[in-house]
């Protein structure tokens, strides 16, 4: 596919001193490795964002290829660091919250509820640029082209997508669907139109499945919507047909006459697997863990073309890509199996609800 190889990045908004050094620390490892400092640049690769937590301030992008991480400054640790930083990392609009706390390190927020830490210390600067330039390369396929082509005696789903509504009530009876965090309740209306269209999600919420239709398309949950209820054709269930590697978009194939919502961020990944393994059936992905399984090396965001390849990587490298578990880091787990009746199997009473932050 194609993409922009300029790795450029630029900060924004006024920083303290302490994290004015943290900056200087971070242009110089970026620009050691082939980062370019624009500060002009309309549409940088990377922006840092910087941020005071009584009034985080958001940078507009003005392209969806442009990732920001917000930057704050922080002096002790909360008792539930996810439920007092998380709010910050979507009020400031980025992909990822970096809160600096001088002479201890950095704490790291992703929007699929990652969290880890790196101390200060030797290769300080390194470890840090290590955490963020695979996020840094990542390139978002969220774009959906609908399309008013599904067939009549699909309007209404079918056994298939019954079986997606099951799959789904079982989840949430196992609890492994963790309650949409909403967004709603702390965005102003215009920043959530801001982030729903840059992000390409309909709210968050985790997880996703799928379940394969015939040799090239497959239903899969949309984007925000609860995985308890998926029912409605169009809304809460979408058929993927295809992926458009020029418009970098996914194909929907939708009733006429529905206003449709987005699917699942993950939809390319469940393409690239279905495309690769004709007799993968059903695809899920969850936030929890299992022992001993294959892992991804490192967390790109939901969404994008890298985690989608990295974790079709895994599959393939498995003996038996048609029955896979693979991790992925710092996020939690994309299961295949031959129909959605197979995963659900497979994994209950073997899921561990937390997942391990590295
Ligand atoms: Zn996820």
Not at 154 to 176: F, M, N, S, V
Not at 237 to 257: G, Q, T, W
């Amino acid at each position: 596919m194609e993409q922009d190889d300029t790795l450029t990045f630029s900060f924004h908004g006024e920083p303290t001193p302490r994290l004015h050094a943290l900056a200087q620390g971070l242009k110089e490892i970026l620009e050691v490795h082939g980062y370019q400092y624009a500060p002009l640049a309309q549409a940088p690769r990377l922006v840092f964002n910087f941020i005071d937590s009584e009034a985080p301030q958001t940078y507009r992008r003005r392209a969806q290829a442009t990732f920001v991480i917000s930057l704050m400054e922080n002096h002790h640790t909360p008792a539930d660091p996810i439920a007092a930083f998380y709010p910050y990392l979507v009020r400031a609009l980025s992909n990822m919250l970096m809160v600096y706390t001088p002479g201890q390190g950095a704490r790291f927020l992703t929007l699929e509820l990652g969290h880890y830490v790196e101390s200060e210390g030797e290769r300080f600067y390194e470890r840090l640029y290590e955490r963020i330039a695979p996020i840094a390369r990542s390139v978002l396929v969220i774009d959906n082209h609908f399309e008013p082509d599904l067939e009549p005696e699909l309007w209404e789903g079918d056994k298939l997508t019954r079986a997606l509504h099951y799959a789904g009530q079982k989840l949430a009876e196992w609890d492994l669907l963790p309650a949409p965090f909403r967004i709603d309740k702390i965005l102003p209306p215009d920043d959530l139109r801001h982030v729903k269209r840059l992000y390409g999600i309909g709210g968050l919420s985790y997880g996703n499945l799928s379940v394969r239709k015939d040799s090239r398309r497959f239903w899969m949950s949309a984007s925000g919507v609860d995985k308890a209820a998926l029912r409605k054709i169009g809304q809460d269930i979408l058929m993927v047909k295809d992926y458009d590697p020029r418009e970098n978009a996914m194909v929907l194939s939708v009733p006429p006459h529905i206003q449709p919502r987005r699917v699942s961020v993950d939809a390319i990944e469940h393409w690239m697997i279905y495309r690769e393994h004709p007799t993968v059936g059903a695809i899920i992905h969850v936030h929890a863990w299992m022992e001993k399984i294959a892992a991804t090396q490192f967390n790109y965001p939901c969404g994008t073309y890298q985690l989608a390849e990295a974790v079709a990587t895994k599959v393939r490298d498995l003996p038996d890509p048609v029955r896979a578990v693979v991790g992925l880091k710092n996020h939690g787990l994309t299961i295949t199996g031959r129909s959605l009746e197979d995963i659900l199997e497979r994994i209950d009473g073997k899921l561990l609800k937390q997942v391990p932050m590295i």
